[in-house]
C-alpha cells in the first residue's frame, strides 16, 4: 500500500506560478487534496504556502501586492544580479513554521548544490533558506547558503521534481509551466539567461510525462514572462482552465 493517496509536483517557472494556483484550485473544486507535494522554485513557493494551509486566492493577494522586484534587492554583481531578501521577509510573515517538517501538508523542496553539482531533495531544515535555495536562478539570483555548501535553483537539475514522490503515491499529478516552445526574440541577457536555464531543464520531459497520471501543461503559458507580476490574474485563470478540460478528459 502506498503512503500517499495523491502526490503534487509543481515546475518552476518564475511568476509564471500563479498558474500553478490555478491548477490547485481546480484540483480542489473537484476533492482533490494534494496529500505531499514536490517544488521547484516558483512551484516550492506554491507549494509551501499550500502546504501551510493558505488558499490559492489567499496566495494570490499575497503575492499581488507589489512589483516582482518588491521581492528582491538590487545589488552589485558578485554572484547574482538580484537577491530575494523581500521573499525571505514574506515567508517568515506569513508562514508561522520554522521548519519544512512542521507544514499542514508534507513538502519537499528541491534544491542544487553548487559544491557538489549534486541535486538534493528536501523534506526537512528551515522553510525559508530550502524555498530561497530553490528559487535562485542562477546569475540571475544569488545562491543560498546553507551550512557548508552553497545552493541554487533546483530547476537546474530538476525542474519537475516527481523523483522524491515517485514510489510513494496512488497517484501522481503534475503542473508544469515551463514548457520549451520555439521563440523567435530573444532580446537580453536576461533573456539569454532564462532561455538557456529552459532548455537544459526540459531534458527529460519523456519520463516525467511516463511517470505522472495527470499531466497539466497550462495553455499558452510559454507566452508569459517569467519575471512580472502583471498577468498574474490571467496565469491563475489558464492554470484553472486547462486543468478543468484534463480533468473532463480523465473522466475526474
Known sequence: MKKYKTGLVLSGG?????AHLGVIDALLEKGI?????????????????????K??????????KGSFFKYTKIQLPKDGLLKLDGLKELLKREITVKNIEDLEIPLFVTI???????????NKGKLEELILASSSIPI???????LENRYVDGGLLDNIPIEPIRNDCEQIIVS?????????EIKN??????????????????KVKQ???????????ESYEILSLSHANELYEIGYNSTKKMLEKNNL
Open 140 to 146: 540571475l539570483f544569488a545562491p543560498v547558503n546553507i
Open 14 to 18: 518564475g511568476t509564471r506560478g500563479f
Open 176 to 184: 508544469n509551466i515551463s514548457p520549451i516552445k520555439p521563440k523567435k
Open 189 to 206: 541577457l536576461i533573456d539569454i539567461t532564462i532561455r538557456t536555464f529552459y532548455m537544459s531543464v526540459n531534458a527529460n520531459m519523456k
Open 211 to 221: 511517470s505522472s497520471n495527470i499531466y497539466i501543461e497550462p495553455e499558452g503559458i
Open 33 to 53: 487534496k494534494p496529500d505531499v507535494i514536490s517544488g521547484t522554485s516558483a512551484g516550492a513557493i506554491a507549494g509551501a504556502f499550500i502546504a501551510a494551509g
Open 112 to 122: 542544487s548544490n553548487l559544491n557538489t553539482g549534486e541535486i538534493e531533495y528536501r
Open 55 to 64: 488558499t490559492p486566492k489567499e496566495i494570490i493577494d499575497l503575492l499581488k
